[in-house]
């Protein structure tokens, strides 16, 4: 090899593929200081190098707060010599209070879904306002990416509503139900212009508001249902104190 060969280009493999250095760099000084800058930036965690941690030896202060004990055991403690967390049993509030709560999940997934179906709908008018007038070879490139777009933009509208229509009357209103309607009724609308567009996105709007509303409703019935049921635990108790009380009273008087 001609000893006086200079490289110009770096091999594959130590920068990402299309990434090269600029033209009449130094490739041989490259690669050199590329090596002596990873071994650097290494060392700074190494604690047996002078350049640990940038040479800084000062602990990391804590602001007057106390280290944990447990923290100060370098080699920490076994996990499985800790004491296990005892289980918390969740209050049974009853079956009415589980379905509300279900109810107010699926009414979450609901809004999200609705609040970003605008997207495909959105998709299928700019293409049709891209080839609008299109014709021939145009026209047949029109017709399958528009059937496709029409696929996305159905299923996506029903995948956004029809959850509402599957879910008890109880708990949906018809004000919800006739806006979330609007939302797959109107979102199959031949829009072609962005005022159009714009209107439809105020039916999105209203059918989140109409859900919202709804589950504002839930939320009263589920905090009612728990508050009834924090007082009747409260009334079992002092039923229970007061049955104690009284039969000490008995057996006291029994004695005497």
């Excluded at 940038?54 to 990391?60: K, L, M, R």
Aim: proline fraction near 5%; include cysteine; charged fraction near 30%.
């Amino acid at each position: 090899m001609d000893p006086n060969f200079r490289p110009t280009k770096l091999p594959r493999g130590i920068l990402p593929d299309g990434i090269n250095v600029p033209p009449g760099t130094d490739i041989m000084q490259f690669i050199k200081d590329l090596a002596e800058s990873g071994a650097d930036f290494a060392d700074q965690f190494d604690r047996d190098s002078a350049t640990f941690h940038g040479g800084i030896t000062e602990p990391v202060p804590l602001g007057g707060a106390r280290v944990p004990e447990s923290m100060k055991n370098a080699e920490g403690d076994d996990w499985r010599d800790l004491p296990e967390a005892p289980m918390q049993i969740e209050d049974d509030y009853g079956s009415e209070f589980n379905l509300l709560m279900e109810a107010h999940t699926r009414l979450n997934s609901c809004k999200k879904a609705i609040s970003v179906v605008n997207k495909p709908v959105e998709m299928v008018m700019k293409l049709r306002v891209q080839y609008r007038g299109a014709i021939d070879e145009d026209k047949v490139a029109m017709e399958s990416r528009m059937k496709g777009a029409e696929n996305d933009r159905d299923g996506a509208l029903s995948a956004a509503t029809c959850t509402i229509f599957e879910m008890d009357k109880r708990f949906i209103s018809q004000r919800t139900r006739a806006c979330v309607k609007d939302v797959s009724d109107q979102g199959r609308f031949t829009f072609e212009d962005q005022s159009h567009f714009g209107e439809y996105m105020q039916v999105l709007q209203r059918a989140n508001q109409a859900i919202f509303m709804d589950q504002k409703k839930m939320l009263e019935q589920i905090k009612a249902i728990k508050k009834a049921k924090k007082g009747e635990e409260n009334t079992n108790k002092a039923a229970d104190a007061m049955e104690v009380e009284i039969e000490e009273g008995v057996t006291a008087a029994a004695g005497a």
